[in-house]
């Protein structure tokens, strides 16, 4: 889809409601009806206004609705817009807007992903100029929220890495965790058996991080929980932060309560043991991706 015309900017916050099916039981082992509520739910650009970016950034991503299609754009009233500063002003430019079906962050095509919102990528039609600065405004004509950033295109580009690198992993250990839960707080305690993910970037991609995407796959499935069912996690980012993740399984019950625990559609249920883990960092629109691998052992036991 091209877009182009009069620049227009805009931040959409789409408000939801997500109604879950009962609860959890208590402490007693009464079970109560209640319902996790979603006040709203973020679409918008998966990069920070001011991120120095490299040159060869292929575009700026961006996370939208599930059916996210022209079509959809026209109904919700979308509008995107491109703009490069020259000297004092601001200059539109030709750009396209591409629905990303398959990324290494993220695929529609896949069952954990069929209803978390839709990957698409806003890229000037003419790339992007080392040394200057480029604003991407978006909005949906039906919402007063909007969104404008700004990226600062560095002079110097990223190369492919040829090296060999160890994702860095800790320790399994068992300890309270939050996570997505029906109940009427969308989330619960639970006692998990975790392990702390950090993808080692080498020193050549380590200062434009912020202009990667990250994801995780556990035994081949994507792997993106959340810390509450309304914190759902856009593809290419994670709970833990840029270039983290945590892998855990649910040992039961904490503290004498019982939580109902729940994986969300973007994640799989992991059982104690062996696990392949691996990650990837890729920058958007491009070729240039490295990917680590680990094993971790998730034991309730410890």
């Not at 679409?43 to 079509?71: H, I, M, Q, R």
């Not at 039609?125 to 039906?142: I, M």
């Not at 993106?224 to 833990?240: D, H, Q």
Request: proline share 7%; hydrophobic share 40%; aromatic share 10%.
């Amino acid at each position: 889809m091209k877009a182009t015309g009069a620049p227009k900017w805009g931040r959409m916050r789409l408000w939801s409601v997500l109604v879950s099916a009962l609860a959890a039981l208590t402490a007693f082992g009464a079970e109560e009806s209640r319902s996790c509520s979603c006040v709203e739910s973020d679409y918008g650009f998966l990069l920070a206004d001011s991120t120095e970016v490299p040159s060869n950034l292929g575009g700026v991503p961006w996370y939208g609705p599930p059916d996210g299609t022209p079509d959809t754009f026209l109904r919700q009233g979308l509008e995107f817009s491109v703009e490069r500063r020259d000297g004092a002003e601001w200059n539109r430019v030709a750009f396209n807007v591409r629905y990303l079906e398959v990324s290494p962050v993220g695929s529609l095509r896949s069952p954990y992903e069929s209803s978390r919102g839709s990957l698409w990528l806003v890229e000037p039609e003419q790339g992007f100029t080392p040394g200057l600065e480029y604003r991407f405004r978006y909005r949906a004509s039906s919402l007063t929220q909007r969104e404008n950033i700004v990226v600062h295109v560095a002079v110097s580009s990223l190369t492919p890495f040829r090296g060999e690198l160890r994702l860095g992993s800790s320790e399994s250990r068992v300890g309270p965790l939050g996570v997505s839960s029906p109940n009427g707080m969308c989330a619960a305690g639970i006692s998990a058996a975790r392990s702390d993910l950090e993808f080692q970037l080498p020193a050549a991609w380590a200062p434009f991080r912020q202009s990667l995407l990250f994801a995780t796959r556990v035994d081949d499935q994507f792997w993106r929980p959340a810390a509450g069912m309304c914190k759902l996690v856009p593809p290419g980012l994670s709970w833990c932060g840029a270039a983290h993740d945590r892998v855990y399984t649910d040992c039961g019950a904490t503290d004498g309560i019982i939580y109902k625990a729940i994986f969300s559609e973007a994640s799989v249920k992991l059982d104690p043991g062996l696990h392949r883990v691996e990650m990837v960092a890729w920058l958007p629109g491009t070729n240039l991706e490295i990917r680590e691998h680990a094993v971790v052992d998730l034991e309730c036991s410890r």
